[in-house]
């Protein structure tokens, strides 16, 4: 079993829709959450950040995580083609850092049809 | 601004070359990482160094060998490439390492024919 599972995609969605976006883990002792948005043929670049349970907004973003479930979740609200992009899950445990502090989902691609 | 700089932008190389990928960072970050991204993979850590003066393994660390030559810069050798070392290599940098929160190049793009 992966310790974090994403949908690959890819996810086609009208412009102005609301977007979902997932990822299960099963390793308890994660406490960091990221959501990283990756241009085509670009680096990956942080979008959201969250500590342990919870919301954090940030514009038309909203990262939701809940330990309880190991399910964490990033909200698109009034979607453009602009975040046309892979969007990458990654968690961490607080003593971790190094090899085996992050771990990244696959990805899943996004399409905002316009 | 320019972050996290990778070079080169593209190479290829024949089975059995050698080369040099490297990475500079201008944020003053301690932790500096290799990963490579292949298809259906995701991304893979190769190396990473938390400090200047010290490297170790990541998860694919195999045929790969890193430098960390000071505070900046963080190199990635291939000795002797394998067609398998075909992969997109983003280098990244952090000042909060047990956080995840990563700062990263625009990659380096290898075919090894």
């Known amino acids: 079993q992966k310790e974090v599972e994403q949908d690959p995609g890819p996810l086609s969605v009208p412009e102005g829709a609301i977007v979902s976006l997932n990822c299960t883990y099963s390793n308890s002792a994660f406490q960091y959450f990221m959501w990283y948005r990756q241009y085509s043929r670009k680096g990956p670049e942080l979008l959201m950040y969250?500590?342990?349970?919870g919301n954090k907004e940030d514009g038309r973003f909203t990262a939701q995580v809940d330990k309880s479930s190991k399910y964490i979740s990033l909200f698109i609200r009034d979607s453009q083609p602009s975040d046309s992009a892979t969007y990458l899950c990654?968690?961490?445990?607080?003593?971790?850092?190094?090899?085996?502090?992050?771990?990244f989902g696959k990805g899943t691609h996004l399409i905002i049809q316009p | 601004n320019a972050g996290v700089t990778q070079t080169p932008k593209f190479q290829v190389l024949k089975t059995g070359q050698s080369m040099t990928l490297q990475c500079a960072q201008d944020m003053n970050h301690n932790s500096m990482y290799w990963y490579r991204q292949d298809p259906g993979m995701g991304l893979r850590l190769i190396y990473y160094s938390a400090s200047e003066g010290t490297t170790d393994k990541g998860e694919v660390p195999n045929g790969y060998n890193v430098s960390r030559l000071n505070k900046r810069e963080f190199s990635l050798r291939l000795e002797s490439a394998a067609p398998s070392q075909t992969s997109v290599y983003f280098c990244?940098?952090?000042?909060?390492?047990?956080?995840?929160?990563?700062?990263f190049g625009e990659g380096s793009r290898l075919t090894v024919l």
């Open positions: 969250t500590y342990s349970s």
């Open positions: 990244a940098s952090t000042a909060r390492a047990n956080t995840g929160e990563l700062f």
């Open positions: 990654a968690m961490s445990a607080q003593s971790g850092g190094g090899a085996d502090g992050l771990t």
